[in-house]
């Protein structure tokens, strides 16, 4: 069914565009063929019209999200009140994804990024930016013995422990691989981060780990889930026992977030969906048809920055705040969503096919400049 859709709108796109290079034979039969089997395809661009209508009815205004809760600049401010943030991931495969969360919390403008990551990562990590604070604290199977491994687990608790709290949002799982023994410590740092109140935001490897254990997050509303498209439908099919609904997304992950006991869902793609199993809301501006690696790991450093702001925000109770949603999670959500979009889109500007990562890191800067000037 959904293939015979497909098949429809292409025919009915192709059968567009002859129509239209043949307006000269308008008179002619075959022309008045063309126009009956559009209209007889009919039904298939109504369909498509309901699906846009649909996310039409969420979008919202993230620019004006941005503004409000992005923190004035001024020379009153300390180190650290713009944002602590830390990414809990980085292996032996994969160096690149956390430094692209971190080094991307510091260009939306957070005061310091950590990096808790292998041993094998970590001199690697440095070696990108000095900007950033590594921990080579993470251990792999293939270096602990078995009979260590209790020891060494709670060592590594007690090494992220001791920075837990001054943290503003942990990033869990850019780059984090899927070792067995890393990932018992993870879920570890996870209960601690919710005994201390301390916001997360999952993607990556840490969704692998979480969508089988999601009594990890289950009720915390300081959760924040970033899935791309097999990181969503893994979701979907493990807590809703059901495949992906593409015809009613908004529905679906706003009855996700809800059997999650209302974790905040960032679904990432052509537009990026929003819900906290109260309300949905789609960002669907800016973006770029490059898809180049990386750019979920923008979107995961960006999402913590925003988070910890739209909490400072909250908590401020500025009376002169005109959001009309007071989830800190959400806010942080769209914000982050709606900067990466835009870095993505004028990164692409300039470099078109050859845009990469790296690129649109280098815009995030001008990106919210732009959307909130510092001065
Ligand atoms: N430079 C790096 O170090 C990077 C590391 N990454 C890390 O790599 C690990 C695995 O993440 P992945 O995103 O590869 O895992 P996924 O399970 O999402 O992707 C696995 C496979 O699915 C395919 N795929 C992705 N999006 C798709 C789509 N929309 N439709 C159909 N197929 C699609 C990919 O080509 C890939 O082969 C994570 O830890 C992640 O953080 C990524 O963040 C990319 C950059
Ligand atoms: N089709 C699309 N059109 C426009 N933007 C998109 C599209 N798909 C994804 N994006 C944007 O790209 C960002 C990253 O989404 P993506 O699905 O590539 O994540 P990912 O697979 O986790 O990336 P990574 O390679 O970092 O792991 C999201 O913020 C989303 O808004
Ligand atoms: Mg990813």
Known sequence: MVLMKHVMSSQQLSLLSYANNCMLMASSSVYRRQQFLIRSLGGGIDHSRNMQQDLRSVEVDAESVIRSITPALDLTRHKGQAGKIAVIGGCREYTGAPYFAAISALKIGADLSHVFCTKDAAPVIKSYSPELIVHPVLEESYSVREEDKKFISSKVLAEVDKWMERFDCL???PGLGRDP???DCVSEIIRHARQTNVPIVIDGDGLFLVTNNIDLVSGYALAV????????????EKVLSSEVNDADATQQVLSLAKKIGGVTILKKGKSDLISDGDTVKSVSIYGSPRRCGGQGDILSGSVAVFL?????????????SNLSCKNPAVLGCIAGSAMMRKAASVAFSHKKR????GDIIEF???SLEDICPAT
């Open 171 to 173: 990033v869990i799982g």
């Open 181 to 183: 023994f890393l990932l």
């Open 225 to 236: 889930l970033t899935p791309n498209v097999n990181e969503y439908k893994r979701l979907v």
């Open 308 to 320: 910890s702001w739209a909490r400072q925000h909250i908590k401020a109770a500025d009376p002169n």
């Open 354 to 357: 050859s845009t990469i990562t």
């Open 364 to 366: 995030l800067g001008k």
